[in-house]
């Protein structure tokens, strides 16, 4: 559980990245995401921080795979809660235009991340043999990052 908290903390640190980015990427007042690649850019350190730090680092450290499973689950709440509050008190909103509402940059990352971080547990627990230490944080961390490319473009050109 420890590893799942610091794995927690430092990806809440890492995501933030994702708001610099977007502070970055256009003059005041931004909106919405831009659509395509520049947006895709944007979320991609949320993504990895969320979706696939929190995933591998836990599991890669972990003693059991009971261990493993618990601390991935506490980092990614750990993190996206803590992202999603950076967001909201630095009031980074973005129009996401299929549910015709504006939201926090944190949660629509967060969003996007749930499925990458799920998807590379699944890939970690199911391919390994033991479920917990370097193999198994090694594929959870490279079926993370393929899922990631896929969710971060489809969520580019959707959002």
Do not use: C, K, W
Not at 118 to 136: C, D, E, K
């Amino acid at each position: 559980m420890r590893r799942g908290f610091e794995a927690g903390v430092i990806g809440a640190m890492l995501a933030a990245g994702t708001l610099v980015a977007f502070q970055l990427s256009r003059p005041a007042p931004r909106l919405q995401l831009p659509n395509g690649l520049d947006s895709s850019l944007i979320l991609t350190p949320a993504v990895v921080a969320l979706g696939i730090f929190v995933v591998s680092y836990p599991t890669f450290l972990a003693a059991t795979r009971e261990d493993a499973v618990l601390g991935v689950v506490a980092a990614f709440l750990i993190a996206a809660d803590a992202f999603m509050l950076i967001s909201l008190v630095a009031r980074d909103e973005v129009l996401v235009h299929p549910l015709g509402r504006s939201l926090p940059l944190g949660v629509v990352a967060a969003a996007v991340s749930v499925p990458v971080a799920l998807g590379g547990l699944l890939i970690g627990q199911l391919t390994a043999p033991f479920g917990f230490g370097r193999s198994t944080g090694l594929r959870s961390a490279l079926g993370g990052a393929a899922l990631g490319l896929v969710f971060v473009v489809v969520a580019a050109y959707s959002v």
